[in-house]
């Protein structure tokens, strides 16, 4: 099986930065496709991005598109976001998911692997 344990959230200014983990463990050759999501209060998990260590592609929503970078270290099995310029919308837990089928596995039925969230909350 695989874990995947999300690390680095935390309470930033709007206008700041912040970069989550996410380290995983177990049978890591299940993880090409990997994606963050993020969940608020009262709404749904909604995708964040997505990263494909074979072709080493990445895709983003667009309310993230140029604020926030997915990178990935093969050695360390770990996924990383990077997240600029952040907004109080922003605010959520931030979920790192593993075992995307399809690309760009935009969807939550997609995954197979999930860890249990990191809080990032944006303070305006």
């Known amino acids: 099986q695989v874990q995947l344990v999300e690390s680095g959230g935390g309470l930033v200014q709007a206008g700041g930065s912040l970069r989550l983990s996410c380290a995983a463990s177990?049978?890591?050759?299940?993880?090409?496709?990997m994606g963050w999501f993020r969940q608020s209060p009262g709404k749904e998990r909604e995708f964040v991005g997505a990263n494909s260590r074979s072709t080493r592609s990445t895709y983003y929503a667009d309310s993230v598109k140029g604020r926030f970078t997915i990178s990935r270290d093969n050695a360390k099995n770990t996924l990383y976001l990077q997240m600029n310029s952040l907004k109080p919308d922003d605010t959520a837990v931030y979920y790192c998911?593993?075992?995307?089928?399809?690309?760009?596995?935009?969807?939550?039925?997609?995954?197979?692997?999930w860890g249990q969230g990191t809080q990032v909350t944006v303070s305006s």
């Open positions: 998911a593993g075992g995307g089928r399809t690309w760009p596995s935009r969807e939550k039925s997609d995954y197979d692997y």
């Open positions: 177990g049978q890591t050759f299940r993880l090409n496709i």
